[in-house]
């Protein structure tokens, strides 16, 4: 296949043009295509913007675009740009989808990563109504989620142009080099690592190879629209994460980040840390996927070898 993808040269975006240039053509949307093609695999087509696949006429979509939430504090004018880094780039895709379909070539399907902060805070472990949660589970409402659901909405529109939508609602992504342990590994090296707040907070994960093979299942599989969950199939709470990170380094995890602490340093951004969501694959197992690394010492042992 002809496969357009945003956000290719990040975390998970390289990782994914590395499992998927053996067998497809890739082109990669960057704002820097002379950085960009130092990281991506040889024969990758790099462009500056979306329309400008017009000719080329792929037949699939990946849209992993967007600022990371986690990167300042949430100012009005940094909520604006989280919102507009996701909302914009997925915009131009479902136009790209408007004018191939008006030549006959509309994408077979879009694959547009969201967040499982499209649930909003769920009950912590031990609260009441706490309970796995699937892809049917009411969100909170709060910034987090709307942010996603106004990215999910957008990405939909793809839809009314006879291209497949799926939307996956990814967890932390782990492995070497980036994503979410990366900001985790120096405190916890150095025996300094521990919850933060109680620790009763879930915390959805999945290894940066699952995804990437969650991606492909889900550009190949024609019957499979709509949301996903994006995460390991065992979440844990945040004690529970710190207490196996800790192990698999051989160090202890005794410093507790007090909630107070986090607020103060992080605004409302602080919500990332202390709340969270027991997000379970339901309809990824269902469908057929299975998980390399289902379980967060498995991960992290690999990840950490």
């Not at 082109?27 to 913007?49: F, H, K, Y």
């Not at 939430?69 to 507009?84: F, H, M, T, Y």
């Not at 399907?109 to 796995?132: C, D, H, I, R, W």
Request: glycine share 10%; hydrophobic share 45%; proline share 6%.
């Amino acid at each position: 296949m002809r496969i357009l993808i945003t956000g290719g040269s990040g975390f998970v975006g390289q990782r994914l043009c590395q499992r998927l240039a053996a067998n497809h053509q890739l082109m990669v949307v960057s704002r820097d295509p002379a950085a960009a093609r130092r990281r991506l695999p040889e024969g990758t087509q790099v462009i500056a913007n979306v329309l400008e696949a017009l000719d080329a006429a792929p037949e699939a979509l990946v849209n992993l675009a967007g600022e990371s939430i986690a990167a300042k504090r949430w100012s009005d004018e940094q909520k604006r740009r989280l919102i507009d880094s996701r909302v914009d780039v997925t915009q131009d895709l479902v136009m790209l989808c408007a004018k191939l379909a008006a030549n006959g070539q509309a994408p077979r399907v879009l694959v547009s990563a969201s967040a499982m902060g499209f649930y909003g805070a769920q009950p912590k472990q031990g609260e009441p109504g706490q309970q796995p949660v699937t892809e049917e589970t009411a969100p909170h409402d709060e910034f987090a989620h709307r942010l996603c659901e106004r990215w999910e909405s957008v990405a939909r529109g793809a839809a009314e142009h006879g291209t497949r939508v799926a939307l996956l609602r990814i967890g932390l992504v782990l492995d070497q080099g980036g994503g979410s342990l990366q900001k985790m590994l120096p405190p916890f090296k150095l025996g300094l690592g521990g919850r933060f707040g109680d620790g009763r907070q879930f915390m959805p994960w999945v290894h940066r190879e699952d995804l990437v093979r969650a991606i492909e299942f889900l550009l190949e599989r024609d019957d499979l629209e709509g949301p996903f969950n994006g995460s390991a199939p065992h979440p844990v709470t945040n004690a529970a994460f710190s207490r196996s990170l800790a192990r698999q380094l051989g160090r202890p995890a005794i410093f507790p980040v007090p909630a107070m602490v986090l607020k103060a340093a992080f605004g409302e951004m602080s919500r990332l840390l202390l709340t969270g969501a027991d997000m379970r694959p339901a309809r990824l197992e269902e469908a057929g996927f299975t998980f390399t690394y289902p379980t967060l010492d498995k991960a992290l042992a690999a990840i950490l070898d």
